[in-house]
């Protein structure tokens, strides 16, 4: 179906529910709740983006996102326990326990520049524009995501050719692809997050557009890219999002440090520690096995902080004072393009610092460092780095044999259970673009 821009109206495509497989079983019941208390106040109400895609791909949703045209306050009326959030994109939180199914109001296509909506250089900065269902449709970023699931007769409104999309495995995004990307490079990461998770292939147009516009990542917040980076990289499809990442040349604007040190190869052979780390964190996804950001970010960050330990190192420094301080230069770095926080920036720096006491065998010190409650994450490193071949696989055997002995059995893994696996629904504090 054709989009045109100044075109007032288009006619969507209506699938009446005997004609596609959405069942309201697979719904989050709380989910249904707002829904159809939406709708017995006289509200349009409807399941829209991953998650509508998702049950229509057979797939388990990661968290149910509803449009309506209620206003937010409207939204807050209806539901007690509901908070509204967000001032660049207002919208209301219905808490069910742990559970909050999120409520958005339609958004609009008022005059780019209403008081409401801020531009700046043609990038989205808040948009509290509310609008019709046809428009709220017309500003989500990929076809595939502007399905809407009617809980009034169970119909799936398309106004974008979505199911189409759906069923080749395209994705498209909604309008003129440059602009999209302008409007919100985060836009560009998201087509590589559902390119990889999906495995659909990204159109010729959207595809072209982002091995030209990196850059515009610059103006992304560190905070919110963090986020991305968590998506991207803990949805179990980590290697392949980092290869196309690289392959679009957009991983070089996320982590400029790494890239650096990975164009190098090391005595002709190339550096595949990151492959491998990602592969172990897909593969412990795939276990339903924790992971966390602590331990994914010392695998994307260990090249840059290796290489400049060296460095360091050749300048005369100590190993362990050398590991600090690389550690710390390039934290600092890292931060200004994609924030870490705290609490996972310091259990990194200590799976980095802690490689330098494994080489330590003598008397007490392996029993001191089994103790440590950061020994199994730095040990699970250590045995990466002697798969790629850049620590002694003699001394990571050592290791296995020492801690098969010694160690108190013990769930196997990286610290901080982190499960992104069947497990109550989180939800960031901030919010992007329309839901
Ligand atoms: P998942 O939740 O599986 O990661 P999702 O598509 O639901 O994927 P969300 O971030 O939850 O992604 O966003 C919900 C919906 O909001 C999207 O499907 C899309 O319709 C819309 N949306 C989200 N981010 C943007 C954006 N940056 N630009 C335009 N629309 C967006
Ligand atoms: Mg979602």
């Known amino acids: 179906m054709e989009i045109l821009e100044n075109e007032t109206h288009i006619t969507p495509t209506t699938i009446p529910r005997p004609e596609h497989t959405l069942s309201r079983a697979d719904i989050s019941e709380n989910a249904l709740k707002v829904l ?55 919208l209301a939180h219905v808490h069910f326990g742990r559970e909050i199914i ?22 989205i900065l808040r948009d509290n524009v509310y609008g019709t269902l046809e428009e709220d449709a017309l500003r989500r970023d990929f076809t595939v995501n502007a399905l809407y699931y009617n809980i009034a007769d169970f119909s799936v409104v398309d106004y974008a050719g979505g199911m189409a999309d759906l069923r080749r495995g395209h994705l498209r995004l909604l309008g003129e692809p440059e602009q999209r990307y302008r409007e919100d490079p985060v836009r560009m990461l998201r087509a590589v997050r559902f390119a990889a998770k999906l495995g659909f292939t990204i159109d010729p147009a959207c595809e072209q557009a982002l091995f030209q516009m990196g850059d515009l990542l610059q103006a ?38 790494t890239e650096a040190a990975l164009a190098r190869e090391e005595g002709a052979f190339p550096i595949t520690f990151v492959t491998r780390g990602l592969h172990n964190t897909d593969v412990r996804i795939e276990e ?36 600090q301080q690389a550690g710390a230069e390039i934290v600092i770095a890292q931060q200004g393009v994609v924030a870490l926080p705290k609490r996972f ?48 696989r003699e001394l990571a055997e050592w290791w296995t044999a020492f801690e098969a002995e010694h160690a108190p059995k013990q769930e196997g893994g990286q610290p901080a259970p982190v499960s992104r696996r069947r497990r109550p629904r989180r939800r960031r504090p901030r919010r992007k673009k329309p839901s």
Not at 38 to 65: C, I, M, N, T, W
Not at 244 to 249: E, V
Not at 289 to 313: D, I, M, N, Q
Request: aromatic content about 12%; charged content about 30%; glycine content about 8%.
């Open 36 to 90: 159809y208390r939406l709708k017995q106040h006289g509200y349009q109400a409807y399941l829209v983006g991953g998650s509508v895609r998702d049950l229509l791909l057979g797939r388990e949703p990661k968290d149910f996102d509803v449009a309506t045209d209620a206003r937010p306050e409207e939204v807050r009326e209806v539901f007690r326990n509901c908070r509204l959030i967000g001032r660049r994109f207002r």
């Open 102 to 123: 999120e409520v958005a109001t339609f958004r609009g296509r008022a005059a780019e520049e209403a008081g409401d909506r801020l531009m700046e250089n043609g990038m």
């Open 220 to 257: 992304v917040p560190a905070a919110r890219l963090f986020e991305e980076v968590l998506k991207l990289f803990m949805a179990g499809t980590a290697v392949n999002a980092f290869e196309k990442l690289r392959h679009y040349g957009l991983f070089a604007h996320l982590f400029p440090a």
């Open 288 to 323: 339903g096995k924790p992971v966390t950001p602590a331990f994914l970010f010392a695998v994307l960050l260990w090249e840059p902080v290796r290489l400049r330990a060296r460095e360091l190192e050749a300048e005369g420094i100590a190993p362990f004072p050398a590991m």
């Open 345 to 392: 920036s310091l259990p990194m720096r200590e799976i980095w610092n802690l490689q330098h006491r494994f080489t330590q065998r003598a008397g007490k010190r392996p029993h001191r460092l089994l103790g440590h409650p950061r020994f199994r994450a730095a040990y699970d490193f250590l045995l990466l780095r002697a798969e790629a071949g850049e620590a002694d």
